[in-house]
């Protein structure tokens, strides 16, 4: 199994959790890497402070999380709630089948595979590797004010590092992720491609609907 097949279903977790809003300022600081003054505030010091705070909480209830799985499952669906524009990220993932299509439609698939991912892929957290520093390298303005590109890496003791790219828009006050890059791999395209074949024979709602009752589910590739 590749190092991407590994990670994309923890996206779902860290790395998909990472750009969190900024609520969560307790992060421990101290075992990130050092931020200059010019990333206060931005996208890029939510990604570094909200992927360090996630990787504690881990740690620091793995067991809870072993024992209790609804626990563990409450904890990924709030973050993920918190930050990731399920919405938009899922009219990507449709591409060319979200043209035209009802926005309830669209929001009823972004939620079907939210949970598809989280319950099948959710307690792939509790084997990840939290001893991980975590460094900001760019944050790149996108083209036509589509947001911004935050690139990153999971510094590992003793290995390559990771790279993580998160694709970021402003909501009303907030930065969301809608676009989540492990070692190139895109959870968008991945998702697309899956699901296109599908979607050339059925509905939005039916592929929801077959999504939220077991019929289909994401593939990671896993």
């Known amino acids: 199994m590749t190092l991407n097949h590994r990670l994309l279903p923890v996206l779902v977790g860290v790395a998909v959790f990472a750009a969190a809003v900024p609520a969560f300022a307790q992060t421990q600081r101290a075992a990130a890497a050092p931020v200059s003054a010019s990333m206060q505030g931005t996208p890029s010091q939510l990604v570094l402070n909200n992927s360090q705070r996630v990787l504690t909480t881990l740690e620091k209830r793995r ?19 918190a930050m990731f524009d399920r919405d938009y990220a899922a009219r990507l993932v449709l591409g060319r089948h979200a043209r035209g299509a009802a926005d309830e439609d669209v929001k009823l698939f972004a939620d079907a595979l939210a949970d598809n ?76 491609n899956q699901f296109d074949a599908e979607l050339q024979r059925k509905t939005i709602k039916q592929v929801a609907t077959e999504l939220r009752n077991g019929q289909l589910k994401a593939d990671t590739g896993q």
């Open 63 to 81: 067991a809870e999380f072993s024992k209790n799985r609804v626990a563990l499952r409450q904890f990924i669906s709030t973050e993920f709630n």
């Open 117 to 192: 991912l989280m319950q099948r892929y959710g307690s792939s957290l509790l084997d990840f590797n939290t001893q991980l520093r975590v460094r900001v390298k760019s944050e790149t303005a996108l083209a036509q004010g589509q947001g911004v590109k935050v690139s990153s890496e999971f510094l590992r003791q003793g290995g390559e590092s990771i790279p993580v790219t998160y694709f970021m828009r402003k909501t009303g006050t907030q930065w969301k992720v809608y676009d989540v890059m492990v070692e190139g791999v895109s959870y968008v395209q991945t998702f697309r």
